[in-house]
């Protein structure tokens, strides 16, 4: 819970000051012996912690989604598998589990979503990642609008979609092989473009990293990188780009 939350609950009454002063006075942290959960993040960065799933012992992951949602009223996790959604299931019956972005979570009901973010990828094989990057940033209070196979070696695709990607306030472009849509977009739109090289490809692409060599090297401008599969990353950080476009004058992300 945020603190500005917590202050508009003693405000309007719905708790009292003794009650929000328990709250403040929490540790920034849940000591598990096995982890630290950082309860105090979404605080200091707008962000609550998220899990990584993958190699986690089962207890342990089990117990971590049971505190995150007992804070938070929603947990969100990366790279799970399938058996790791059945064991949590168990103990929260409300999960939810993606097989193709490998999102484990848990989301309150009927969130908000604001600004818009266009997220395109060069191929079909590039969706899993993402999907990791779109369903992160709606996990995050962003409108996501998915632009799927718009790659190079079909351009017209891509021109098909253009005024819906150049309304954006951010585009995230996932490619791998060469990974050149990145810098098609980059000169095609006004916004930020965040580019995530995919492990996507034949043997000279070397499991992504020809595309992120041909990324970080675009003559494009405007274009950031992320690391190779790293959905996650382009998509938390395409919301904070998206949630600059979302303020008001007041300040704060007005959802529409």
Sequence with gaps: ?????????????????????????????????????????????????????????????????????????????????????????????????????????????????CGKIAVCTAGTADIPVAEEAAQTAEFFGSFVE??????VSGLHRLISRLDVIQEANCV????????????????LVSRPVIAVPTSVGYGASMHGLSALLTMINSCANGIAVVNIDNGYGAGY??????????????GRVKAE
């Design 1 to 113: 819970m945020e603190a500005r939350e917590i202050l508009e609950q003693v405000k309007a009454g719905s708790i009292s000051i003794e009650e929000a002063e328990k709250y403040f006075r929490k540790q920034p942290f849940e000591e598990l012996g096995y982890a630290k959960l950082d309860t105090h993040r979404e605080i200091r960065s707008g962000f609550p912690e998220v899990v990584y799933c993958s190699n986690k012992p089962d207890a342990y992951l089990i117990s971590i989604y049971q505190q995150l949602f007992e804070e938070n009223g929603e947990v969100f996790g990366t790279r799970a598998e399938r058996r790791q959604y059945e064991l949590v299931k168990e103990v929260l019956p409300q999960v939810t589990y993606d097989e193709v972005s490998r999102i484990l979570k848990v989301e309150k009901e009927g969130k908000k979503r």
């Design 237 to 250: 950080i395409a919301t904070q780009i998206n949630r600059l476009g979302c303020r008001g004058r007041s």
């Design 172 to 187: 995230v472009a996932v490619a791998g092989m060469e990974g050149a849509l990145a810098s098609v977009l980059g000169g």
């Design 146 to 151: 998915r632009i799927y196979d718009v790659g």
